[in-house]
């Protein structure tokens, strides 16, 4: 019997998403949260004493800086060569991007396979055969399983690859391939990486996505970590899901329906992160909040969701001293049915068609001029996780969705004044 740790999508060093333009976020938390979590990985490969670690794929975040974020890697190497435990990694498109990654000499029992073509390491002490490529360039569109090897009669084969297998939304379509393909090579595990959501693709033989070990922005929410793989006497591996990350990320949708006042939101958002803390006792928690339903609060909420905002937020710091922090909140509640019957036929007309655009953001799109706001725009705000996506229809979907309430209430309350 033996262990070994399977883990993928490091992105050692990713830099911030924006957090540190909202006051009061976990700035410096979020900045180091890559290295700590990275760090567990390493201790946990040592406490429970596994005969070796799988890296498959996106160590690092593309090119460096400076030579910082590779040394203090080889540091880590080091701490795992030291209590007899070697590595073997393949390079994902992250990876590849890297000049300084190609230079750089790593500690011994660091095994990096070849991106010319598969390789195999073969573990003799455990009759174990690893095989792997890593990508050549950024961007490997074709299936590098397809010439990976036939499983060593004899050997518990374990396969390394990095890939979105037949498609995984929003990863980009590198080195894709089918589980019939990675099947028909009759490997005993499947170590895969680039999806950095957790899940099992395949109990027989496992095939399995770790997730990235570190959630970076809204979008990498839960639990992340990676796989501590035990394999019994006749050779069938378990494998258990490990978590690593230091601070966890939540999407967070509230229905406030039976609301009737804003301090009312308050209060069940407050149950809602009560809970949230309760289920992740040990780690920071950032939040970002979806306040939904026809809610007699609506109007409070609408007239100043910066004021609301930071009430939530002083909620959320009351709470749970400092553990959690609501990155942010967006509003899609309406008022009750009763409400909307009383208005005048022109809003009537015009929610009606507003939800129209919603249900087709094609339509959407026809009616924005992309080129004129482009120009109006400043540049840092069409770049990175929150850019302003002017060309994506449902993007603009969204960004309606999210004014509407606001927009509603403005447009009554003026209805109302006259």
Same mark, same amino acid.
């Given at each position: 019997?033996?262990?070994?740790?399977?883990?993928?999508?490091?992105?050692?060093?990713?830099?911030?998403?924006?957090?540190?333009?909202?006051?009061?976020?976990?700035?410096?938390?979020?900045?180091?949260?890559?290295?700590?979590?990275?760090?567990?990985?390493?201790?946990?490969?040592?406490?429970?004493?596994?005969?070796?670690?799988?890296?498959?794929?996106?160590?690092?975040?593309?090119?460096?800086?400076?030579?910082?974020?590779?040394?203090?890697?080889?540091?880590?190497?080091?701490?795992?060569?030291?209590?007899?435990?070697?590595?073997?990694?393949?390079?994902?498109?992250?990876?590849?991007?890297?000049?300084?990654?190609?230079?750089?000499?790593?500690?011994?029992?660091?095994?990096?396979?070849?991106?010319?073509?598969?390789?195999?390491?073969?573990?003799?002490?455990?009759?174990?055969?690893?095989?792997?490529?890593?990508?050549?360039?950024?961007?490997?569109?074709?299936?590098?399983?397809?010439?990976?090897?036939?499983?060593?009669?004899?050997?518990?084969?374990?396969?390394?690859?990095?890939?979105?297998?037949?498609?995984?939304?929003?990863?980009?379509?590198?080195?894709?391939?089918?589980?019939?393909?990675?099947?028909?090579?009759?490997?005993?595990?499947?170590?895969?990486?680039?999806?950095?959501?957790?899940?099992?693709?395949?109990?027989?033989?496992?095939?399995?996505?770790?997730?990235?070990?570190?959630?970076?922005?809204?979008?990498?929410?839960?639990?992340?970590?990676?796989?501590?793989?035990?394999?019994?006497?006749?050779?069938?591996?378990?494998?258990?899901?490990?978590?690593?990350?230091?601070?966890?990320?939540?999407?967070?949708?509230?229905?406030?329906?039976?609301?009737?006042?804003?301090?009312?939101?308050?209060?069940? /958002? $407050?149950?809602?992160?009560?809970? !949230?803390?309760? *289920?992740?006792? #040990?780690?920071?928690?950032? %939040? &970002? +909040?979806?306040?939904?339903?026809?809610?007699?609060?609506?109007?409070?909420?609408?007239?100043?969701?910066?004021?609301?905002?930071?009430?939530?937020?002083?909620?959320?710091?009351?709470?749970?001293?400092?553990?959690?922090?609501?990155?942010?909140?967006?509003?899609?509640?309406?008022?009750?049915?009763?409400?909307?019957?009383?208005?005048?036929?022109?809003?009537?007309?015009?929610?009606?068609?507003?939800?129209?655009?919603?249900?087709?953001?094609?339509?959407?799109?026809?009616?924005?001029? /992309? $080129?004129?706001?482009?120009?109006? !725009?400043?540049? *840092?705000?069409? #770049?990175?996780?929150?850019? %302003? &996506? +002017?060309?994506?229809?449902?993007?603009?979907?969204?960004?309606?969705?999210?004014?509407?309430?606001?927009?509603?209430?403005?447009?009554?309350?003026?209805?109302?004044?006259?």
């Amino acid at each position: 019997m033996f262990k070994f740790l399977h883990a993928a999508d490091i992105h050692l060093d990713s830099p911030l998403h924006k957090l540190d333009h909202y006051e009061g976020a976990p700035v410096e938390e979020i900045r180091q949260a890559t290295r700590r979590a990275f760090e567990n990985l390493i201790n946990l490969a040592i406490a429970e004493k596994v005969a070796f670690v799988l890296l498959a794929g996106d160590l690092y975040d593309g090119d460096w800086k400076d030579y910082n974020t590779g040394l203090y890697f080889a540091s880590q190497m080091s701490k795992l060569r030291k209590a007899g435990i070697p590595v073997y990694i393949i390079a994902g498109n992250h990876d590849a991007a890297s000049k300084i990654t190609k230079t750089l000499k790593l500690p011994e029992g660091v095994k990096i396979f070849s991106a010319d073509t598969p390789e195999t390491v073969q573990v003799d002490e455990l009759d174990v055969a690893i095989h792997g490529q890593s990508f050549a360039s950024p961007s490997v569109t074709k299936d590098l399983s397809s010439g990976y090897p036939y499983a060593i009669e004899g050997c518990f084969n374990i396969g390394m690859l990095h890939t979105c297998v037949t498609g995984m939304e929003g990863h980009e379509p590198y080195a894709p391939c089918t589980l019939d393909g990675l099947q028909s090579r009759d490997y005993d595990y499947w170590a895969l990486g680039h999806v950095h959501k957790h899940e099992v693709l395949l109990e027989t033989p496992l095939i399995i996505f770790p997730g990235n070990i570190q959630g970076r922005h809204i979008r990498e929410t839960g639990p992340k970590g990676c796989m501590l793989v035990t394999v019994d006497e006749r050779m069938r591996p378990y494998a258990d899901f490990r978590p690593l990350d230091v601070i966890r990320w939540f999407d967070l949708e509230i229905d406030v329906s039976t609301a009737e006042t804003g301090y009312d939101v308050v209060a069940m /958002i $407050e149950g809602h992160l009560e809970r !949230l803390l309760e *289920e992740n006792p #040990e780690l920071p928690l950032v %939040v &970002r +909040l979806k306040i939904v339903g026809d809610s007699m609060a609506h109007n409070e909420l609408a007239a100043d969701m910066e004021r609301w905002t930071s009430e939530f937020r002083s909620a959320a710091g009351d709470l749970g001293g400092g553990k959690i922090w609501i990155e942010r909140v967006k509003l899609h509640t309406e008022p009750p049915i009763e409400m909307m019957e009383s208005m005048s036929e022109p809003m009537t007309e015009l929610i009606q068609y507003l939800d129209e655009l919603q249900a087709d953001p094609e339509l959407l799109r026809t009616l924005v001029d /992309i $080129e004129d706001l482009r120009k109006k !725009l400043p540049g *840092e705000l069409m #770049e990175g996780e929150d850019a %302003v &996506r +002017l060309d994506d229809a449902d993007w603009l979907a969204g960004v309606l969705e999210e004014v509407q309430p606001m927009l509603i209430h403005r447009l009554l309350k003026e209805e109302g004044s006259k």
